[in-house]
């Protein structure tokens, strides 16, 4: 399978090995984890920058394992998971910066292309979302919508 928008080709990255279970150097228990998880997102975080966090400063290698679920799955039972998902707000922001980057520089036709990729990636992933009622089923992307929910 090649990349969406590149000429690029390949599978890269590592693997996970295939039994998901706790490491035994892991002292936390599912209860501090959860905690800890919630705490962050209140905060302010998104589920990707609390994983980080949770790695990088309290030694959780990996939320799944320590607490058998996903951490979206996890942060939505506590009501504090993000409306919009991570990677379609990810999307969101980089656009967002690309309409304020063209509105200062309306020749730059290979940035208008780059955005026109963006926008029907947006759409896409919007329409998964909407499948899997993850998105509201009257979400659509405008670009006007778009600099309301980045800022």
């Not at 975080?45 to 996890?74: F, W």
């Amino acid at each position: 399978m090649s990349r969406i928008h590149s000429g690029n080709k390949g599978r890269a990255g590592s693997h996970r090995p295939y039994p998901l279970t706790k490491p035994e150097w892991v002292t936390t228990t599912t209860e501090e984890v959860v905690a800890q998880a919630v705490q962050l997102a209140k905060g302010g975080m998104g589920p990707a920058l609390v994983g980080q966090t949770l790695r990088d400063s309290y030694g959780v290698p990996l939320t799944r394992a320590v607490t058998g679920q996903r951490l979206v799955v996890l942060l939505r039972e506590h009501g504090v998971a993000p409306e919009i998902p991570d990677d379609l707000q990810a999307l969101l922001k980089r656009v967002v910066h690309l309409q304020r980057h063209l509105q200062s520089h309306p020749k730059d036709l290979a940035n208008r292309r780059g955005l026109n990729l963006m926008e029907s990636r947006i759409r896409r992933l919007a329409r998964y979302y909407r499948r899997r009622h993850r998105l509201p089923e009257n979400w659509r992307y405008s670009a006007a919508g778009a600099a309301l929910q980045v800022e």
